[in-house]
């Protein structure tokens, strides 16, 4: 377990989030490894949060404006000096035990096991891989909760919707970079580690709810639009293969047209575009990660997307 004079700090971003911080400061209280300081990171809400704050005696910060997740995560590690920090995105519900779990891990980054708010018997998140196309896999997103999902590892990259870190980890990495502002960054960030040859811990007895898409709602436009644009990003960035970048990311497309997010889809290429025409080699680290994709749909089941896209790259 991390000593408990190793502080620990929690950072909340937020956007007219004071309903769901209404649940989730609650299940911080109850923490059997109490954080010694909550910092919320509040994006001009203008909604009651940082009198919400107060009852919980955190720390609220007012950006003034809202400048995407990255930004405000970045800018709430940079106001706080534990060296270990948990993010949290404000739809959460934590089990009483999730930070002593993870902290008992003591690696540079860990996650626990994420579960749907509203389906608490389907996985919500556990960890991420990427591909060669751009498109990552959230590991389990949807599928039922199953022994496959109970057993800790080692892992690569993690989502920033929950997640225990050390400060060291963002001394390696570097921050989020904040020109994906919202979406893929935790892709991005955790890329960089990988390169880097820094492993995490997934440790699924850390049990959070997440009521997911709850700042924009499922397939909103906007976060249709700039997950478009930032998987080019991402491409640009990290490298990936022509072929299947082509292959993925018109699956995707496919996928935003069936939710009436076509044209969303296709303004997010058209901001990325300058991104699409300089994709360079994938490193040796991206292609063992995406035959680990490959491993972990094979022994979960392939929903339509992975399907389509192995049998066509």
């Given at each position: 377990?991390?000593?408990?004079?190793?502080?620990?700090?929690?950072?909340?971003?937020?956007?007219?989030?004071?309903?769901?911080?209404?649940?989730?400061?609650?299940?911080?209280?109850?923490?059997?490894?109490?954080?010694?300081?909550?910092?919320?990171?509040?994006?001009?809400?203008?909604?009651?949060?940082q009198?919400?704050?107060?009852?919980?005696?955190?720390?609220?910060?007012?950006?003034?404006?809202?400048?995407?997740?990255?930004?405000?995560?970045?800018?709430?590690?940079?106001?706080?000096?534990?060296?270990?920090?948990?993010?949290?995105?404000?739809?959460?519900?934590?089990?009483?035990?999730?930070?002593?779990?993870?902290?008992?891990?003591?690696?540079?980054?860990?996650?626990?096991?994420?579960?749907?708010?509203?389906?608490?018997?389907?996985?919500?998140?556990?960890?991420?891989?990427?591909?060669?196309?751009?498109?990552?896999?959230?590991?389990?997103?949807?599928?039922?909760?199953?022994?496959?999902?109970?057993?800790?590892?080692?892992?690569?990259?993690?989502?920033?919707?929950?997640?225990?870190?050390?400060?060291?980890?963002?001394h390696?990495?570097?921050?989020?970079?904040?020109?994906?502002?919202?979406?893929?960054e935790?892709?991005?960030?955790?890329?960089?580690?990988?390169?880097?040859?820094i492993?995490?811990?997934?440790?699924?007895?850390?049990?959070?709810?997440?009521?997911?898409?709850?700042?924009?709602?499922?397939?909103?436009?906007?976060?249709?639009?700039?997950?478009?644009?930032?998987?080019?990003?991402?491409?640009?960035?990290?490298?990936?293969d022509?072929?299947?970048?082509?292959?993925?990311?018109?699956?995707?497309?496919?996928?935003?047209?069936?939710?009436?997010?076509?044209?969303?889809?296709?303004?997010?290429?058209?901001?990325?575009r300058?991104?699409?025409?300089?994709?360079?080699?994938?490193?040796?680290?991206?292609?063992?990660?995406?035959?680990?994709?490959?491993?972990?749909?094979?022994?979960?089941?392939?929903?339509?997307?992975?399907?389509?896209?192995?049998?066509?790259?």
């Open positions: 377990m991390v000593p408990r004079q190793e502080a620990i700090h929690v950072v909340i971003p937020t956007w007219r989030g004071r309903a769901h911080l209404a649940e989730l400061l609650p299940s911080i209280a109850a923490q059997t490894l109490q954080p010694s300081e909550i910092l919320i990171v509040d994006a001009a809400s203008n909604d009651g949060t009198e919400l704050a107060a009852q919980f005696n955190a720390r609220f910060f007012d950006l003034g404006a809202n400048p995407g997740f990255a930004a405000a995560v970045n800018r709430g590690i940079a106001a706080t000096t534990a060296p270990w920090i948990a993010v949290l995105n404000n739809d959460l519900r934590l089990a009483p035990n999730w930070l002593e779990t993870l902290a008992a891990a003591r690696a540079p980054f860990a996650v626990g096991k994420v579960l749907q708010w509203h389906h608490p018997d389907r996985i919500d998140a556990t960890w991420d891989l990427p591909s060669l196309s751009g498109v990552p896999l959230r590991s389990g997103h949807g599928q039922p909760d199953s022994a496959h999902w109970n057993q800790p590892r080692q892992i690569a990259l993690a989502p920033w919707t929950a997640i225990l870190l050390h400060r060291d980890y963002l390696q990495t570097g921050p989020l970079d904040e020109a994906f502002g919202s979406y893929l935790d892709i991005d960030i955790g890329l960089r580690g990988a390169q880097l040859g492993a995490g811990a997934y440790e699924p007895k850390a049990v959070a709810w997440h009521k997911g898409s709850s700042t924009l709602g499922p397939w909103h436009p906007r976060q249709v639009r700039l997950t478009s644009r930032n998987q080019l990003r991402v491409l640009a960035k990290h490298g990936g022509n072929w299947k970048a082509f292959v993925g990311q018109t699956l995707w497309g496919l996928a935003a047209a069936r939710n009436g997010c076509a044209l969303p889809w296709l303004q997010g290429k058209w901001d990325g300058h991104d699409a025409f300089k994709i360079p080699a994938p490193s040796t680290t991206l292609r063992n990660l995406e035959q680990e994709l490959f491993a972990t749909t094979a022994a979960t089941g392939f929903d339509r997307f992975w399907r389509c896209y192995w049998a066509l790259t």
